[in-house]
């Protein structure tokens, strides 16, 4: 008895359940929910670089798209990924799709990624495309990144830049030698030659942005 | 063998010691990592059970009665540290009510022995600490939960009945408020 009971309660209070918990996921992770999508056109960006240049995506005629990389200082995925990246704009700065960094956190949360912070890193490691702070914290919100480093990568197109893969940089982050996929890489390959992303979005454990 | 234990002990009296001292975190930060990094050169195991994804996969699904709570964690979390202290207690508060509480550290390598030992001793963690080391994250993400983008702190929480993820942190109310629902 007591269990039919509960099975007639059962679907309103699933309905309840899964009502509340959509408005929980939307108020706790709006960044998620309101982010791009494959699919999407990307809003362009004035931010400053490392260098007191403000930087836009439509400073680049030339480019054929961008590699935009949520990245910082502080993260140990960040920073093991940060010669990777070098590597990325290296091979495709020349083929007009650059890497454009994006330092999402909030300074005074997080210390170590302040502006000078980041002058710092980018001297040090001679970062070769721009490393930007978003100042106010509005660009990464509306990409949806939600970690760091977190890529996503736009193909500049007659209509705007469309997002055509959101994820991870490769399938080890612990040593670039034992990778086996280059997610980004073969993104930005199958891009140019106008074939098909396979995979367009990925997963991998990142620093939450602060 | 002797000289490890010996050292071992010296290690935890020590810890000790530091720990009723309060509140000079960098001296306890400092002392700690010098006395464990020549353990570190030697190649001694870490404290803690280390998985890939297939070995650790089963302890998202023991049917034994009991209620799980599986922490994804870091020690350069900051999120997840600040929570840590609401997953121990109600780890020691729930032990009564078949409530388990598993702590999945994502450290890298080369922060065991450096970051992550010398964290769970010092604040004298009580749960069960696991190492989950497994670099192709995109192949294993997706099966602890769907749901999952990949970012830290991330706790599912699920039993015989019912099973949530959760990718946010937690307050000590809301972290019992959430159990409720699954041990009523």
């Known amino acids: 008895m007591k269990n039919l009971r509960i099975l007639r309660w059962a679907p309103p209070l699933l309905l309840f359940v899964a009502a509340f918990a959509v408005g929980f996921k939307a108020a706790t992770e709006h960044n998620l929910d309101k982010g791009y999508q494959v699919g999407d056109m990307a809003a362009d960006f004035s931010l400053k670089n490392v260098d007191g240049q403000m930087v836009s995506l439509s400073n680049f005629k030339n480019a054929k798209g961008f590699l935009v990389i949520f990245t910082c200082n502080t993260c140990p995925y960040a920073q093991a990924y940060e010669d990777r990246i070098i590597e990325l704009d290296a091979k495709y700065k020349p083929q007009g799709v650059p890497v454009v960094a994006i330092m999402p956190n909030n300074p005074s949360a997080k210390p170590g990624d302040s502006f000078a912070k980041m002058k710092e890193r980018a001297a040090e490691k001679g970062f070769t495309f721009p490393y930007l702070l978003d100042k106010g914290q509005q660009v990464y919100p509306e990409y949806g990144a939600t970690r760091t480093p977190h890529v996503f990568l736009l193909e500049k197109k007659s209509s705007g830049n469309e997002v055509v893969y959101i994820g991870a940089i490769d399938d080890n982050y612990r040593d670039a030698a034992q990778v086996e996929e280059r997610f980004v890489e073969n993104a930005v390959d199958a891009m140019l030659a106008g074939n098909e992303i396979n995979p367009k979005t990925t997963k991998a454990i990142g620093c939450g942005i602060k | ?184």
């Open chain 2, 1 to 184: 063998m002797k000289k490890l234990l010996l050292l071992g002990s010296m290690l935890v009296v020590f810890a000790g010691c530091l720990e009723k001292k309060g509140q000079k975190k960098d001296d306890v930060k400092n002392t700690e990592n010098e006395l464990i990094e020549p353990k570190a050169d030697k190649k001694v195991e870490v404290k803690f059970p280390v998985y890939d994804f297939d070995a650790f996969e089963p302890i998202l699904h023991k049917d034994d009665g009991k209620t799980y709570i599986v922490n994804f964690w870091a020690t350069w979390c900051q999120p997840c540290i600040e929570e840590m202290p609401h997953f121990e207690r109600v780890n020691s508060e729930r032990s009564d009510n078949n409530v388990e509480v598993i702590l999945v550290n994502l450290d890298m390598p080369n922060m065991w022995k450096t970051r992550l030992e010398p964290y769970v001793e010092k604040k004298g963690i009580q749960s069960q600490v696991v190492i989950l080391d497994d670099p192709k994250q995109n192949d294993w993400i997706p099966k602890v939960s769907k749901e999952w983008g990949g970012g830290i702190p991330a706790t599912l929480i699920y039993n015989t009945e019912k099973r949530t993820f959760y990718e946010r942190g937690f307050t000590y109310e809301e972290l019992k408020e959430e159990l409720n629902k699954f041990i009523n």
